[in-house]
């Protein structure tokens, strides 16, 4: 298994656009999470879903976010409109029941001008 | 979630053992403690948990006391990779789902 596959791996967009982070969870993983990762906030867990159903949005931090799971094998996180404080690594994660472990994917690092 | 203290960093010489400490006065009866670690520009990385006895697998052991207030993670022979940030979490299991609350953590610096 290849692990936690996020796409782009960089990005680098203009303030106003839209961005679209995309994951493929480890197969047979069901839960997923989104993080966001800033020098001035650490770690912060964004959403989680089980069973592709969003379960705590709690952490999203505006109306601009949005996440998908359409099927167990795909997420994606999207910010419309982009702002340049959303810049951070964005890191999805999987696990498989309620207590045990979460695989990290590689991150995606956005940067919005 | 109980809130967790760590020191801020720490160093360790290559071959001896690194004992990273954890406090958590405030742990409940049914919250367990995890270790996360996040070598630099990568994703964290799960290590080890543990809820009242002391755990041991092929990364680390994890030793908590009786009254379950602090813990300590043990690297038994710290390599150069394990130059990374460790995180104490402690969380409670829900279950519709488990959400890990990341601190600050400890940077551990692993010197030849």
């Known amino acids: 298994d290849a692990g936690v596959i996020q796409s782009p791996r960089h990005e680098v967009t203009e303030m106003g656009q839209e961005v679209t982070l995309r994951c493929k969870p480890i197969?047979?993983?069901?839960?997923l999470f989104w993080y966001r990762q800033t020098m001035m906030r650490g770690l912060e867990l964004l959403i989680y879903f089980n069973n592709n159903v969003p379960i705590d949005d709690s952490g999203m931090p505006e109306d601009r976010f949005s996440a998908k799971m359409p099927n167990a094998s795909f997420s994606t996180l999207k910010i419309q409109p982009s702002e340049p404080r959303d810049s951070a690594v964005y890191f999805c994660a999987g696990g498989y029941g309620s207590y045990n472990e979460q695989f990290f994917g590689p991150g995606t690092r956005l940067t919005v001008l | 979630d109980a809130k967790t203290t760590q020191p801020t960093s720490m160093d360790c010489a290559e071959g001896r053992a690194a004992n990273l400490p954890c406090n958590h006065s405030?742990?409940?009866?049914?919250?367990?403690v995890y270790w996360y670690r996040q070598i630099h520009s990568q994703g964290p990385q799960y290590i080890i948990h543990g809820l009242k006895n002391n755990e041991t697998n092929e990364m680390a052991s994890l030793i908590i006391t009786e009254d379950r207030k602090s813990s300590t993670l043990i690297l038994p022979h710290a390599t150069l990779r394990d130059t990374a940030v460790y995180y104490c979490i402690v969380r409670v299991l829900e279950t519709s789902g488990s959400r890990l609350t990341f601190g600050e953590g400890t940077q551990l610096t692993v010197n030849p």
């Open positions: 197969s047979g993983h069901d839960y």
């Open positions: 405030t742990i409940s009866g049914n919250e367990y």
